[in-house]
């Protein structure tokens, strides 16, 4: 059986996390932050899928 999971909640902390920390090589503040604000906004969620092969 597949599986999808919206963790909004986690996605956020990660996200204000790594803003906190500088962030991730290779990636700008500014980007990072673009992304928390559209999670906070509700205009877009992180998305987990689990699929499994038959």
Not at 28 to 42: I, T, Y
């Amino acid at each position: 059986m597949d599986q999808e999971a919206k963790p909004l909640a986690e996605g956020i902390a990660f996200l204000e996390q790594a803003l906190s920390s500088g962030g991730p090589a290779g990636l700008e503040g500014p980007a990072l932050a673009n992304l928390l604000a559209a999670f906070r906004s509700g205009l877009l969620a992180p998305v987990e899928i689990y699929a499994y092969l038959p």
